[in-house]
């Protein structure tokens, strides 16, 4: 069409929970005006970033080339061939009048010189995506990624808790990487592993007192717009609240740990972002919604916050005492974002020692009030790579019938499509983010359920993932395959967003089902990335730290029927039958001490399989033993042992 009209084409892409969003729709969308002037110079086109990932990637690098920085909503101007030629975020409504103006007089008057920018835009966003890593000072090593890790603390805000300033949002890649650094098998300095798990319990607790934290219904917002986590954007995302779920029942334990008598329950956190989850977010097919948005017809956060006069009317004798604790004012302690006048309201947040208290009687009755408002918009697009990233919040918090109810409902929906689709019920097939983020939830659901389906059905999805998405000429994944349309080429996400990127978690794949020859090569090619710009690839650094300690304890084991089955992962160069000519002991199987007869031993693609023949069914927990004699091509290695728990994989 805007070639056979020859008009330029106007793009706004946004999601539907983006406040910033509805506010150009409402001040310049719905305008006559704006409507006259964009149907007689333009062909409008409006797309969910949700829907389509590869546009918005594509697109919003042109806007960080445009601006140095990106956000939604989008407005960017493009050819008819689709190459854009200026590209912006949200404008108001006098402005995106004046830039409308302009482009369709430059478009009239100066079009020689317009498709030389979009030519130059085109390239640029093409070199962008093919661009190389940097290289690393030395290679792959343990002592770059503590290196990473310590230059990650040193931005830390040691008063508000979390990283930088204002706007904050949930650091949740770095949460996850300091509080898996305590429990992994490498010499790691013990005051690096300190430093590290006081950062990530200090963040989960500032935000947990937060405003930022839905006190009264459960769950998290998107971000604060100030630095101390008190006055959120109130959409709620559900994988900002996945990724939420899994640190806060991770780091539940490890408080505890650090210090008995700390004073959130991360636990009781973890329990109430489920029940919102349950409640809010959960649709028909047992799959959960992308998103509750920010706004109701009453404003951006009315539906959360609150008038003095209706907790008093709610808590009766009570309400004084909570408002003290939770910082209700008379006069409302929240403004408004863009005018920063006084809204009368209130935002709930733990402003006191005494807020740990048990309040569940009182945010429960606050919560009955609120659900007979009319609530935010709910978007019910199931997202398969969110859903997956909700798989394994829900193994964290040890919810495993709803994280099977969730990956049943996954594997379902990719039966009935034939393919593995990026949106239930939607024709567009899965990008790299949706098969990793499933495979490693369904790797996550196996170990904790000691079921061989989740795992084999997790390897199946990982194999799939290396057919569509490696790019070997690379060694690493693109964030497409050949089944999407390409613009200006295929982007390999390394830095991570909200989430971590799907790199970093497509090669914790690898490794998980042991490809570490090809893990091994994707982490040494983005070595210089973690080197150069650590607080961009904290999802990458936790992976290679996975991958070094896969190499001291690359142990699986399932049961299928009465068949057991361990995996070992050797490095390159050994096996465990024979060296040369001479023979080597025979591997052995042992469960909780008594030997299981070895059946069949083979070898595969990334490891060795030793198989044997169960007497009776086995438990949870049941220790699980492999003696074996690895060997060279020259020499017979000393004879090891190695043991896991069944299900704790």
């Known amino acids: 069409m805007a070639q056979r009209e020859d008009k330029p084409i106007f793009l706004s892409i946004g999601y539907s929970s983006c406040h910033w969003c509805h506010v150009m729709a409402h001040e310049s969308f719905e305008d006559d005006e704006v409507a006259r002037v964009l149907n007689d110079g333009f062909v409008s086109i409006k797309v969910d970033r949700e829907q389509h990932p590869d546009v918005d990637d594509a697109y919003m690098a042109a806007v960080h080339l445009t601006n140095g920085r990106g956000g939604w909503p989008m407005s960017v101007f493009l050819m008819p061939d689709l190459k854009p030629f200026f590209a912006g975020t949200y404008f108001p409504k006098d402005q995106f009048l004046s830039i409308l103006r302009q482009v369709q007089a430059a478009w009239l008057s100066k079009r020689p010189e317009v498709e030389q920018v979009a030519d130059e835009y085109a390239k640029s966003i093409s070199r962008l995506f093919a661009r190389p890593a940097p290289q690393a000072a030395s290679g792959l090593s343990l002592n770059l990624l503590v290196e990473a890790c310590q230059a990650i603390m040193a931005e830390a805000d040691l008063e508000n808790g979390g990283f ?40 989960l607790q500032s935000m947990a007192e937060g405003g930022i934290h839905d006190h009264v219904g459960g769950g998290f917002h998107r971000y ?128 006191s020692e005494e807020a740990q208290k048990d309040w569940n009687a009182c945010l429960d009755a606050l919560l009955s009030r609120r659900l007979t408002r009319t609530p935010p918009m709910r978007d019910g697009k199931c997202i398969v790579g969110w859903n997956g990233l909700a798989v394994k919040g829900l193994v964290d918090a040890q919810n495993l019938l709803l994280a099977q109810r969730v990956a049943e409902a996954l594997l379902e929906a990719e039966q009935q499509a034939g393919f593995l689709p990026h949106i239930v019920g939607d024709s567009a097939p899965a990008y790299l983010d949706d098969y990793a983020y499933l495979a490693e ?51 390999a996400p390394v830095f991570d967003q909200p989430a971590p990127s799907g790199n970093a978690i497509a090669i914790r794949c690898l490794v998980h089902s042991y490809r570490l020859e090809m893990a091994g090569k994707a982490l040494e090619g983005l070595a210089g990335w973690m080197a150069g710009a650590p607080g961009m690839c904290e ?56 030997e299981v007869p070895v059946d069949r031993v083979e070898s595969t693609s990334n490891g060795w399989r030793i198989s044997g023949a169960l007497k009776q069914a086995i438990q949870g927990g049941s220790l699980i033993k492999v003696r074996f004699q690895a060997c060279t091509d020259r020499e017979c290695l000393p004879v090891e042992e190695r043991s896991v728990r069944f299900g704790r994989n």
């Not at 959960?282 to 003095?308: I, P, Q, V």
């Not at 389906?453 to 993932?465: D, F, N």
């Not at 299928?560 to 025979?586: F, K, R, W, Y």
Request: charged share 25%.
């Open 164 to 203: 930088g300033s204002r706007p904050k949002f949930p650091p949740h890649t770095t949460i996850a990487l300091f509080l898996d650094l305590q429990e992994l098998p490498l010499a790691i300095d013990a005051d690096v592993k300190k430093s590290a798990l006081a950062l990530a319990l200090h963040a």
């Open 539 to 594: 999802g990458l650094i936790h992976t290679a730290f996975l991958f070094i300690a896969a190499g001291t304890e690359p142990m699986v084991a399932t049961v299928d029927g009465a068949l057991l089955t361990v995996h070992l992962a050797l490095p390159s160069g050994q096996d465990i039958l024979h060296a040369g000519d001479a023979q080597a002991e025979a591997p052995r199987l042992f469960v909780d001490g008594n």
């Open 441 to 491: 939830g369904l790797y996550s659901l196996g170990a904790a359920t000691g079921n061989p389906r989740w795992r084999q059905e997790a390897e199946r999805l990982t194999s799939k993932m290396v057919d569509l998405f490696w790019d070997s000429k690379a060694s690493l994944f693109r964030s497409t395959s050949s089944a999407h349309q390409e613009l200006f080429g295929r982007s």
């Open 224 to 351: 604060s717009v100030d630095e101390r986590w008190f006055l959120p954007h109130f959409e709620k995302m559900l994988y900002d609240n996945a990724l939420m779920l899994s640190n806060y029942a991770r780091g539940a334990s490890l408080a505890m740990n650090l210090d008995p008598q700390c004073g959130i329950d991360f636990r009781s956190i973890a329990r109430r972002i489920v029940s919102w989850l349950e409640r809010e977010l959960k649709l028909e097919n047992g799959l959960y919604g992308s998103a509750l948005d920010a706004d109701t017809n009453e404003g951006e956060g009315w539906y959360y916050t609150w008038a003095e006069a209706e907790i008093d009317e709610v808590l009766g004798s009570r309400s004084a005492e909570f408002e003290a604790v939770f910082g209700i004012r008379s006069d409302g302690n929240c403004h408004d974002e863009a005018t920063g006048k006084p809204t009368g309201r209130n935002i709930v947040y733990a402003r």
